[in-house]
């Protein structure tokens, strides 16, 4: 089978230090299951294959058994550029998604071509129960809807999912500190008004405070407002 071979080339790739180090920062996943093939490898792989049937195959044979497997299926995703294939495929992918990085290497670079049809899906996303499913639409809507295209209602969206889970409101921080940099007038309220569960609020400060597109006054003003 074509999958095999293509777990044959990752773990030709691997290397045990990166593996070991790679290991502890995914407490969601157990060390046997991580090869330890380093990012720009699994970049080229994908670049390599993702136009054969080879990657096709690879792609439905789901669930992997190797955290490098769903690195480089969320690698290949990221080249497709029909947009209705990926959604295919990205929708057969997400429930089976047990981490932060392999969430956040998803990134198809369609996206950018095609946001309106994505808006109804980021939400759909958004309402999941399935940790990572739900992550990745805030962190879609991050990418792609703080610039030209942001919305008011857009941060509605984010400050109203509640949730105990640390990796969505990590991911809610994340998407707060982003639009601070990108859009500062707007987003103040949230964090001025205290709208934000308190570790998610004082951590959307701290990325702000570490961001270079913060400026000096504004770092000042945000510090300021953290809670004890």
């Not at 947009?83 to 981490?99: G, H, S, W």
């Not at 969430?103 to 950018?112: A, E, G, I, T, V």
């Not at 969206?157 to 601070?180: C, G, H, N, P």
């Not at 998610?200 to 270079?212: G, L, W």
Request: hydrophobic share 40%; glycine share 2%.
């Amino acid at each position: 089978m074509e999958t095999d071979r293509i777990i044959s080339k990752l773990f030709a790739l691997q290397d045990q230090a990166y593996a070991d180090f790679q290991s502890k920062l995914l407490p969601t996943v157990k060390r046997e299951t991580v090869i330890g093939v380093r990012t720009p490898n699994l970049r080229k792989m994908a670049k390599q294959i993702c136009k054969t049937p080879a990657a096709q195959e690879f792609l439905h044979s789901l669930p992997h058994r190797y955290f490098d497997e769903n690195q480089l299926h969320a690698f290949i995703l990221s080249e497709e550029k029909d947009f209705n294939t990926c959604i295919a495929n990205l929708e057969q992918f997400l429930p089976y998604v047990d981490n932060w990085a392999t969430c956040d290497q998803l990134s198809p670079r369609c996206f950018k071509k095609h946001t309106q049809e994505l808006l109804p899906l980021i939400r759909k996303w958004m309402r999941s129960r399935h940790t990572y499913t739900k992550r990745f639409g805030i962190g879609t809507l991050m990418r792609f809807f703080l610039d030209e295209a942001f919305r008011l209602e857009y941060l509605e969206w984010v400050e109203s999912i509640k949730s105990d889970e640390y990796y969505i409101r990590m991911m809610q921080a994340w998407f707060f500190a982003t639009a601070l940099a990108k859009q500062w007038d707007a987003t103040l309220p949230y964090i001025a008004q205290h709208r934000l569960e308190k570790d998610t609020h004082n951590k959307t400060i701290q990325k702000a405070v570490e961001s270079f597109r913060i400026t000096d006054e504004q770092k000042a003003l945000l510090k300021t407002l953290r809670v004890k």
